[in-house]
């Protein structure tokens, strides 16, 4: 069995499984049979992947004999992969169940089951630390058991420790240096059940951040809709689901949006086939297991449909907007939303910096974005001028827009404002030692050299701001001030950015000229600074000078006036991307960029045999990764070399360093070009 | 043709319109069928209404002869009933059109269409007041003249005046004095192309608010579902299409969240026949003209399911909810969310007090609902006790916990806290002379009589505040203690409501018993003092002690111990609905309430034809309404009299007070009781 990314978005992957029945698509959505009553064929609906009970097929002996005679994919008639249960789920309910570990391992092997699951202890919630410990240690023994006693036998193993994040973590750090193939995260249902979704985020987050990267995730007993783009994008790859039949059965609709009990429906709320064919009152009347099936069908579509917009908002880079939408379906999934706050870093690590689709900002949880975190930490990094000059914000991207909205700046300005103000005489200054920075919300500091760099143009706010965003911008543009030895403002600005003047520690002699000169503020900045600050920004500190030395020769689109190729003579060091104003190296520019950069910074380390493929610009697999930069995230410009550090390609990384070093299979960097 | 409304919710309406042609639910959506070249039939996806154009035909010798002699029904294949537009697109696009708005109107009514235009002037946004004023002048002749030209053709009559409100008001005023039946909102789809939703808002809203509530209102050329929700929410009731075909030649798909480019996909994002069963790229093979009515089928399916979702949510009293997650797909629909702050007043008269469905925050903008503004308005007109405790919030319902909560509150305050805090030695109070209130949010201030009434009950938000409600709790809360000479407040809790203690002008002298007796809190409210208290809440000041007054008898459930009845003897006085926590009158209490509120306070005045239905329990239909208490809401118990005030019946408002006197049809009041 082999797994392999294909898009990424916040910590959520879309990805492809390949199983000897097959190979699906992921995240992907896994309809529970009951393996002795299933009447409905979910393959018809789009599942590519099922799961059933092995205890129930052991527990019945026709069902037992059969599945031994014929193999578990005959029995329940479906030919893609199967998972199956061991009898957990069973022991949750009933205390107890008649199998030992081994036996139902053995058995799962014996009915050819693709991937099978140990006897692990679903403890549940909230219980007490002592017996949370001691049941995760059983399921720990049990999975160790489980690979000793199968045979060729694919596994899962489940995450468990109830709601001590400590106890999730180490489950998941000992079964992730064990031969697994899939880990499910058990015991989330009662959390689930009782909207505890809080919690529910501690958990996945503890377990996710400890299992590695390399191997799926399954959200084990998660079937609403409701929950799984937030599920996906803190890393979970697999649901499955039992609600479509037993929702069905108890006469209600599951949606993205919530459940709708048919009684209380006046119109079919979805597009799906069902809703399109029946009205409420034709399904109420009908006979119940007519109506259960119909039920049934809907609940399939509608959630696999969930699964294949999550899969698209991979692919276009939106995932985090589908979420912040979702999570507005219920008060706890927003206030669990809020408190993703606290992970923000983590999710940075595997958020990819540059992405097809905008940033929308859909209310106060958006500053807590990956995007915004990362831009404030960038912004940290660079070095500072002397004089800071803060400009309201305009239409993006700001530089086109910038100078009339600093002549509106200053004709709305009074005289009498002046002695109290820093009036700048712009003209005094030029790029070279005046910072300008446009203050907007949600990436409070956009200096201009980079306002069209994703996702600094590609962006938008509502105008009418929150108390949130205001205190944020406070905050971080009082943080940011601090380093400057003379901040060119007016007070009106100030007022639009919400800041007592008071407050900011103005130092230097306030202007006071009578004619203010307003130099256009583009003027200001030529293309040399712009580039070496679009490269600082990119790679650090530093890298501006190295890559973009000496003389070099910028060539404008004609169409658009933009920067789109430097050169130093005939040898391309960088084209600028048109679609995110983001720097993509060619020969020239990762030569100069490897000599400066010191080792690992920016490098992927491929071994001996990858090294030839790579000089011929081959892309790199995953495992031909010995090495890398361990900052390194997906969809970045970075270095491919070898373990002497010689430079043999550069390219787009894929996968974020942690994933470079987890996975074995699939691509892991875009090689633009070798032949160094 | 008469339209009636069933459901209500803020200011939207499901109801229904019958026609010549068919009876169809609204709001509806139109599809646009093109006369000469439609090869969709668009009944099959739902479509009960359609819309043509009545210029296209004319000016098509063919089409014209065929419409003239068969009808535009037999002419574009579709038996319902169907609008015809004029031409105005056409005077829209090109200028100039060679046809008079009376050879149109009579040519319309001749090929037998259900509803009619006259030629209005689709006056683009943003023009100058002059061009705007004329333009909606000319409109408005036309739209005379069409009236004294038909004969039987019912019409439509287009609302304009450009952006500016005051023409979109006076045009909506001068159309509404005339004999129209459905109100098209014109010239709008530069505004919806370019996100200019803050701006449709105020256009939606001037011609909303001053067109009859009796006659449809129809989006012109709204086609994205993106934006349904919202303009219901508004007031519309009808959408047009075009979209769904011309986004389909353009390889477009509509979804409720946005538009989705074929060429971009590599999932089909919806549950659709066509999303099931066709990948991106097998549609993207095959050629133009089938991809393009697949594609218009998908694009039909999901603006159809939008249109359901929006009047199942209108019935389960959850549009705004719908609205506000809708606004997230667009960060300029989310800013003319927040901007609908300045409606809220217009939008509290529309929207009933009373739902089915709990009241979820979703951010900020849940503070500008009605429900919040209607509470903080209704408390304001109750009077004020003496004392305040102000108690930190716990679970819902609050009276359930708040014993619990204040043991909390207590054990957690420090000795050393009491000299400079108000620590209440609550023994010494009863609920006569202490005011107890859970201060929460969205609702701020919940007095703990009415803890479980409607939505004070039935709400959620999520645990972790945003600075807005933060600011909004502060600021509702110091307005509310003003009236109260002291307040009962720990630190700790004024810290939860984010209020700094030198900002409450708190009076009298600290509480500095070294024994804090915390007699149960319940048990300082009896439930004469609770249902006298919701009476007030809910009927006005006074209402509480003219029901309740001498021996009453309260009956509670066996099975929740919650009040049932109240009883004088054998007369039923009123019945708490454990629903909502809402009194529902009995005779007595009809009768009581009657001679306590002077006339017309809670008044709905039926003439003499409908005098003897009404004693009869019969219901009441709007066209027998000749007076009201115009502060009624949908939703109400009111009292139904006859032109003497006396009592006749008394029964639940199905509409609210301006749409009594606006409608002639339909029911208005549905009556529990008649035979006084």
Redesign the interface.
């Known amino acids: 069995m082999t797994f392999e990314i294909k898009?990424k978005d916040a910590r959520g992957r879309?990805g492809v499984l390949k199983t000897p029945h097959g190979t699906l698509k992921t995240p992907a959505l896994m309809p529970v049979i009951h393996p002795g009553k299933q009447t409905l064929d979910v393959s018809k609906?789009?599942a590519e992947m099922v799961i059933t009970n092995a205890y129930l097929i052991y527990k019945n002996m026709d069902l037992r004999v059969k599945a031994l005679k014929d193999g578990v994919h005959e029995l329940i008639n479906f030919s893609g992969p199967i998972m199956t249960d061991s009898g957990s789920f069973q022991l949750s309910l009933y205390g107890d169940i008649d199998v030992s570990n081994r036996e139902i391992v053995e058995f799962q092997e014996k009915i050819g089951t693709d991937i099978g699951t140990s006897l692990d202890i679903p403890t549940p919630p909230f219980v007490g630390r002592r017996r949370a410990e001691e049941e995760m240690e059983v399921t720990l023994s049990r999975a160790k058991e489980a690979l000793e006693v199968r045979n060729s036998l694919m596994l899962n193993s489940v995450v468990q420790g109830s709601t001590y994040p400590d106890l999730r973590a180490k489950c998941a750090q000992t079964l992730s240096e064990m031969d697994f193939d899939i880990h499910p995260i058990g015991a989330v249902v009662p959390l689930m059940e009782s909207y505890q979704y809080?919690t529910l985020l501690d958990v996945i987050m503890a377990s996710v951040e400890n299992l590695p990267d390399s191997r799926p995730r399954h959200l084990m007993g998660a079937g609403h809709p409701m929950i799984f783009s937030f599920a996906v994008a803190l890393g979970c790859d697999f649901f499955d689901s039992a609600a479509y039949i037993l929702y069905a059965q108890d006469d209600r609709l599951l949606m993205p949006?919530g459940t709708?009990k048919l009684e209380?429906?006046?119109?079919?709320?979805?597009?799906?086939?069902i809703?399109?064919s029946y009205s409420p009152e034709e399904l109420r009347i009908m006979k119940k297991a007519e109506r259960t099936k119909l039920l049934a069908q809907h609940n399939l579509?509608?959630s696999?449909?969930e699964i294949?917009?999550i899969?698209?908002s991979i692919?276009?880079g939106s995932l985090w907007?589908?979420v912040?939408?979702r999570c507005?379906?219920?008060?706890?999934l927003?206030?669990a939303l809020?408190?993703m706050k606290k992970y923000t870093s983590e999710l940075e690590r595997y958020d990819p910096p540059y992405k097809?689709t905008a940033f929308?900002?859909?209310?106060?949880e958006s500053l807590n974005r990956p995007e915004v975190h990362r831009h404030l930490e960038r912004l940290n990094r660079l070095p500072r001028k002397k004089r800071l000059l803060l400009l309201p914000p305009t239409e993006k991207p700001y530089s086109k827009h910038v100078d009339q909205g600093v002549m509106n700046f200053y004709s709305n300005m009074k005289i009498s404002d002046y002695s109290n103000t820093k009036i700048p005489d712009l003209a005094k200054f030029s790029g070279e030692n005046l910072q300008i920075v446009v203050v907007d919300i949600p990436f409070v500091v956009i200096p201009l050299e980079i306002d069209e760099v994703y996702p600094l143009a590609q962006n938008?706010?509502?105008?009418?701001m929150?108390?949130?965003a205001?205190?944020f911008l406070r905050d971080h543009l009082e943080r940011f001030v601090e380093g400057y030895q003379e901040i060119l403002v007016s007070a009106e600005a100030l007022e639009i950015f919400n800041i007592p003047l008071e407050n900011l520690d103005i130092t230097g002699n306030p202007f006071h000229e009578n004619e203010i000169k307003i130099p256009s503020i583009n003027s200001l900045l030529n293309d040399e600074i712009k580039i070496r600050y679009i490269a600082d920004y990119q790679f650090g500190s530093g890298s501006g000078k190295a890559l973009f030395d000496g003389e070099t020769n910028i060539i404008k689109s004609k169409k658009t006036g933009k920067i789109r190729y430097i050169y130093d003579g005939d040898d391309l060091i960088a084209t600028l991307r048109a679609r995110d104003g983001v720097l993509v190296l060619g020969m020239e520019g990762a030569r100069r960029l490897h000599s400066h950069l010191p080792y690992p910074i920016n490098r992927v380390v491929v071994n001996e045999d990858a090294e030839p493929f790579a000089r011929e610009g081959k892309s790199i697999f995953a495992k031909f990764i010995i090495d890398c930069d361990m900052n390194i995230r997906a969809s970045e410009e970075v270095l491919v070399v070898n373990q002497d550090d010689e430079l043999l390609a550069f390219g787009k990384s894929i996968l974020n360093a942690e994933e470079f070093t987890s996975f074995n299979t699939g691509q892991a960097v875009k090689t633009r070009k070798g032949g160094f």
Chains 1, 2 share one sequence.
């Not at 507005?328 to 706890?332: A, G, I, S, V």
């Not at 929308?360 to 106060?364: A, E, H």
Request: aromatic share 10%.
């Open positions: 898009y879309a609906y789009g809080s949006d709708y209380n429906l006046v119109e079919m709320p979805c597009s799906c086939p809703c399109n579509h509608i696999l449909a294949r917009q899969r698209q692919a276009d907007e589908l912040e939408k507005r379906n219920h008060p706890y927003l206030d809020r408190k097809k929308f900002y859909s209310g106060p938008e706010a509502p105008q009418t929150d108390q949130d205001r205190k």
